[in-house]
C-alpha cells in the first residue's frame, strides 16, 4: 500500500546545531508540503514543492529549507534548531496542483530543541 | 494573520449528541472547504470537504453547512460517538490550504 513516512518520529537537539527531518512518499504525488503544528496555531505551511526541482516558500519559512530531488523525498533542514522550533512537524503529499485534492499527512516527527 | 477562525478551542459532548464546530474566513478567493480529523499521536486525515456552489454536504454522521454570504461554515458530527474523540481543523484553500486553530472534541458515555 502507498503510503508516506517520517524520520525520525522523535528528536532532541541543541540550540545552533543542524538538523534534517526526512519525509518520504511512495503515492507518487507531485506535491508535497511541510507544516509545523502548534497549540493555538494548528498547522503552519512551512514549504512546498509542486515537483522536482521547485520549492517556494510557506508562512513560516524563516530557519528552514528544503529541496526536491526526487518526487518521493523532500527533506526538511533546520539550518541552525532554535527553542522556538520545538514543535511536531508533519509532512503531506497531494496529487496535482490546483485540483483541490486530498493531502495525505505522515505520522508527524516531534522535534524539541533544548 | 489567521485567515480561518475556528471555535470553540475545546468541546464536550456526551454520547448521543451533537458536535458543532464553527468557521469563519476573510478571503474571498477560497473556493475549497475540506475538515481534517487528527486523532493523538496520528497526523490529519481528510474527513469531508465542500465546494462553495453548494451549501451542504452530508457523509454518514458528519454534515457541512456552508454560508457564503456569512463567510462562515461549520461541522456537525450527529450521534456523537466515543470513537469521534479527536482533535478537527477546518481549512479554507485558494492557492494554498489555510487550516484553522483546531478543536479538540471529547465524546464522554
Known amino acids: 500500500d502507498a503510503e508516506i513516512t517520517q524520520s525520525p518520529r522523535h528528536k532532541i537537539t541543541e540550540t545552533g546545531r543542524q538538523v534534517t527531518l526526512a519525509c518520504h512518499q511512495t503515492w507518487n504525488h507531485n506535491n508535497m508540503f511541510w507544516y509545523r503544528q502548534d497549540l493555538g496555531h494548528g498547522l503552519r505551511l512551512i514549504h512546498y514543492?509542486?515537483?522536482?526541482?521547485?520549492?517556494n516558500k510557506g508562512e513560516v519559512s524563516d530557519g528552514y529549507s528544503v529541496s526536491r530531488s526526487n518526487t518521493e523525498d523532500l527533506p526538511l533542514t533546520l539550518e541552525s534548531a532554535a527553542s522556538s522550533q520545538t514543535s511536531v512537524y508533519f509532512c503531506?503529499?497531494?496529487?496535482?496542483?490546483?485540483?483541490?485534492?486530498?493531502?495525505?499527512f505522515g505520522p508527524g516527527t516531534r522535534l524539541t530543541v533544548l | 494573520q489567521q485567515q480561518v477562525k475556528q471555535s470553540p478551542q475545546s468541546l464536550i459532548v456526551q454520547k448521543g449528541g451533537i458536535s458543532i464546530i464553527n468557521c469563519a474566513y476573510e478571503?474571498?478567493?477560497?473556493?475549497?472547504f475540506p475538515w481534517y480529523q487528527q486523532f493523538p499521536g496520528k497526523g490529519p486525515a481528510l474527513l469531508i470537504a465542500i465546494r462553495p456552489d453548494v451549501s451542504e454536504k452530508k457523509e454518514g454522521r458528519f454534515t457541512i453547512s456552508f454560508n457564503k454570504s456569512a463567510k462562515q461554515f461549520s461541522l456537525h458530527i450527529m450521534d456523537s460517538q466515543p470513537g469521534d474523540s479527536a482533535t478537527y481543523f477546518c481549512a479554507a484553500e485558494a492557492d494554498k490550504l489555510i487550516f484553522g486553530t483546531g478543536t479538540r472534541l471529547q465524546v464522554f458515555p
Open positions: 503531506a503529499s497531494s496529487e496535482s496542483v490546483g485540483g483541490r485534492n486530498e493531502q495525505f
Open positions: 514543492s509542486y515537483g522536482v526541482q521547485d520549492t
Open positions: 478571503n474571498t478567493a477560497f473556493d475549497y
